[in-house]
């Protein structure tokens, strides 16, 4: 047993001098190293290459339409949460393709109240947060909250919805819970790029912000716009993406204000992208001096009174945004994937290259092809 007992002793000794060994000076030891291989006549040994990864040269950017949550679109997340609002079946239709994305951005047009609500639709609308967590799960990385409806219950509406938005993980821009907030320009990171993002609205159904608050929400003008792309660029953004909530309702056509608006701000530098919302139908894309203007997306998902068709199909706008020799990036490649708000029940969000065919999927096509490229852009449909 003693002998044992000895061994025992001598082999922790021996591993305790091998990891002193090993927490010696690093510079020593290599000393060490050094002169043995010189005594040895061997050559000495050199340190192991760092390694970094390769910058990144391409990234790719999905933004999808109105997320309008009517009552309908509560009641179905209570059935599909057995009696607790559960809104991520509701939208799981469309995972695939926005988990896909390096940086999935959704439009958030309604105020969230806290749990207990009190929950309202349409005109005043204060819907549950438990949407927020659905937009994570399905793989959004941030929203714009600038909206006509942004005000509707004024900045503890704003409040809530941004608390909401940050409890689920999902950065947002386009309102604010205090000037310091709305004065930092929002960046975001993109594996290595910093991509600017900017939100602003036509107006607040009549709503004004109170007295001493001019920065709870971004109202939409060109220079406004402009100024905030320019900020962004000037604290580091390579890319900076415009979310604008503007245009006529249910109305394909872009106005005459909307297309002299993106001419504007396309022709700036600051400005790399626009999206579009608002019109609850889907309008064209164009491009403008070699740059890609949505001028609206949709809906992603609503659950409107009198559903009109149009305003159940929407698309999810997709760019790859490459850098050219020059350091410049610019989206040198679009396509979109045709989405349907399937009134069911239950009701769904369905990506509808990934459905079955129907005559209902091939009207949609139809019509969604037709008036993305109706402004003459040469664009793709995902699937076909």
């Given at each position: 047993m003693r002998r044992l007992a000895a061994l025992a002793v001598a082999a922790v000794a021996a591993l305790s001098g091998a990891l002193l060994a090993g927490c010696s000076d690093p510079a020593s030891s290599a000393k060490q190293g050094q002169n043995a291989a010189e005594t040895s006549g061997l050559p000495p040994r050199q340190p192991l290459p760092s390694w970094t990864a390769p910058p990144r040269t391409n990234f790719t950017v999905v933004a999808s339409g109105d997320v309008l949550i009517h009552p309908d679109l509560t009641a179905q997340a209570v059935a599909d949460g057995n009696?607790?609002?559960?809104?991520?079946?509701?939208?799981?239709?469309?995972?695939?393709?926005?988990?896909?994305?390096?940086?999935?951005?959704?439009?958030?047009?309604?105020?969230?109240?806290?749990?207990?609500?009190?929950?309202?639709?349409?005109?005043?609308?204060?819907?549950?947060?438990?949407?927020?967590?659905?937009?994570?799960?399905?793989g959004y990385d941030e929203c714009s909250t600038a909206s006509n409806h942004v005000l509707d219950h004024g900045p503890n509406g704003v409040r809530s919805t941004l608390d909401a938005l940050d409890a689920a993980g999902i950065e947002h821009t386009g309102s604010a819970r205090s000037a310091e907030e709305a004065s930092a320009p929002h960046i975001i990171d993109v594996d290595g790029v910093k991509v600017g993002h900017v939100s602003f609205a036509f107006g607040f159904n009549g709503f004004r912000e109170p007295a001493g608050m001019p920065w709870l929400a971004n109202e939409l003008s060109v220079n406004a716009v402009l100024a905030a792309a320019r900020a962004a660029k000037q604290a580091g953004a390579e890319v900076v993406i415009a979310s604008l909530h503007w245009g006529n309702e249910f109305q394909a056509e872009p106005t005459v204000e909307q297309q002299s608006m993106a001419r504007a701000m396309l022709a700036d530098d600051a400005v790399d992208l626009i999206i579009g919302h608002h019109a609850h139908v889907v309008q064209p894309f164009e491009q403008i001096n070699g740059k890609w203007v949505a001028y609206g997306l949709g809906n992603l998902v609503a659950r409107h009174a009198e559903p009109r068709g149009t305003t159940e199909e929407g698309v999810i706008a997709r760019f790859r945004f490459s850098k050219a020799d020059g350091g410049r990036w610019h989206a040198d490649r679009a396509d979109y994937v045709p989405t349907l708000v399937d009134l069911g029940p239950p009701i769904r969000v369905l990506d509808l290259t990934a459905v079955r065919d129907s005559d209902r999927k091939a009207k949609a096509l139809q019509r969604l092809d037709q008036v993305v490229r109706s402004r003459g852009a040469t664009i793709a449909r995902s699937g076909g």
């Open positions: 009696g607790t609002r559960d809104y991520r079946p509701l939208i799981a239709g469309v995972k695939q393709v926005v988990s896909a994305a390096d940086l999935a951005i959704c439009h958030l047009e309604v105020p969230l109240a806290g749990p207990a609500g009190p929950f309202a639709g349409w005109p005043a609308f204060s819907s549950p947060p438990e949407i927020a967590t659905a937009l994570a799960d399905a």
